[in-house]
């Protein structure tokens, strides 16, 4: 047994499950990364993204660091500034699920609230503000992982797990918002020679590829009305960019809990709904890989909680089925295959 002397030290070699295949060949396969310490796969560039500083002299000891987050950024921020003896400080709302915000305070973060809109969307483009004027008045580094190149850098250990693992990914699925951990992936496994596809999955009223701007409870992802899209979505990098529902989402996310027994978020949920919905539309025997980037125990009192979505109008049965009919049509085409394998008469020679 390997004994490691800091939590960040177990960032990595993360499991991969296979969720699905069909009778083509083609396997979906979940990279279960929300088993990184933290419980997201952002503590990876968390740590770069404070690696990277440290190096360009932008961070001392002693020092204090200030950024805005839905939750899983600033748990790891909190994660390697514990470790390294920073002070920090979560720009938040009342949106981030109410366990990410626990976990912050649990890991020694100071938590700054803002208001959010009157409509009850999320409040990205204040949290930047609130942010940037916290760093100028009192010189805490303010990553910005939005644009910050550290964000797309910190999986090159995700990509080299990938092909260590697989050898090739023919498609990567993963929901984007800063964009890191999709486009960076992508781009490293490129740069290793593959010919990964990078698909990109965004909630319904998210505006980063254009779409009508709108309220979603997919938290984590997407970006809302009025907010800049940061650097690290890199266009050049994606494929083919797709919206789903807070009710696909949420119910991709709870019929993978019943089938598999794990739990992730609500964003990973929409991203699985996308590579199941489309297993189909790659080539037969093409290796399609979701990143699972969030653990679904910080949803128990929503996601998984039919009274939250009931209250929000997105608990949609229809969804649940429509998810399980895709499992029962993929496994039976690999019945059907199996069938036509053992049964396909021998040839006889001449």
């Known amino acids: 047994m390997t004994i490691v002397r800091r939590a960040s030290e177990l960032i990595g070699n993360t499991p991969?499950?296979?969720?699905?295949r069909t009778g083509t060949g083609t396997r979906l396969l979940?990279?279960?990364?929300?088993?990184?310490?933290?419980?997201?796969?952002?503590v990876r560039m968390a740590r770069q993204m404070i690696d990277e500083a440290e190096l360009e002299g932008r961070l001392r000891p002693g020092g204090h660091i200030v950024e805005p987050t839905s939750g899983n950024t600033g748990n790891g921020l909190a994660l390697?500034?514990?470790e390294r003896g920073y002070r920090f400080t979560a720009v938040v709302d009342h949106h981030a699920a109410r366990e990410k915000l626990r976990m912050l305070r649990a890991l020694g973060a100071e938590l700054v609230f803002v208001d959010g809109p009157p409509d009850g969307g999320v409040s990205s483009v204040q949290r930047r503000r609130v942010a940037a004027r916290i760093a100028a008045e009192t010189g805490a580094y303010h990553p910005d992982q939005h644009n910050h190149p550290?964000?797309?850098?910190?999986?090159a250990g995700l990509a080299r797990e990938l092909l260590g693992q697989l050898g090739d990914v023919d498609v990567l699925v993963a929901a984007i918002g800063t964009g890191?951990?999709?486009?960076?992936?992508?781009r490293f496994l490129r740069a290793a020679g593959t010919d990964t596809r990078a698909v990109a999955v965004e909630p319904v009223g998210s505006i980063i590829f254009g779409g009508a701007p709108g309220i979603y409870h997919q938290t984590g992802a997407g970006s809302p009305a009025g907010f800049p899209v940061g650097d690290n979505v890199d266009r050049s990098v994606i494929d083919e960019a797709h919206r789903v529902s807070d009710s696909d989402a949420f119910a991709g996310a709870r019929v993978v809990a019943r089938r598999t027994g794990v739990l992730v978020g609500g964003t990973t949920g929409g991203a699985i709904h996308v590579a199941l919905r489309r297993l189909y539309a790659y080539p037969a025997g093409s290796v399609v890989v979701v990143?699972?980037?969030?653990?679904?125990?910080?949803?128990?009192d929503s996601v998984y909680d039919d009274e939250w979505l009931r209250a929000r109008g997105v608990l949609d049965e229809l969804a649940h089925r429509r998810m399980e009919r895709w499992f029962a049509t993929y496994a039976a085409s690999v019945r059907a295959a199996t069938r036509d394998r053992t049964t396909r008469p021998m040839a006889v020679g001449v």
Not at 150 to 155: I, L, P, Q, T
Not at 291 to 300: I, M, T, V
Request: some cysteine.
């Open 16 to 20: 991969l499950l296979e969720l699905a």
């Open 30 to 42: 979940l990279k279960l990364d929300h088993l990184n310490p933290t419980g997201s796969c952002k």
């Open 80 to 82: 390697v500034a514990l």
């Open 150 to 155: 550290g964000n797309g850098n910190g999986y």
């Open 180 to 186: 890191g951990s999709l486009c960076g992936t992508a």
């Open 291 to 300: 990143l699972c980037n969030d653990a679904g125990e910080k949803y128990l």
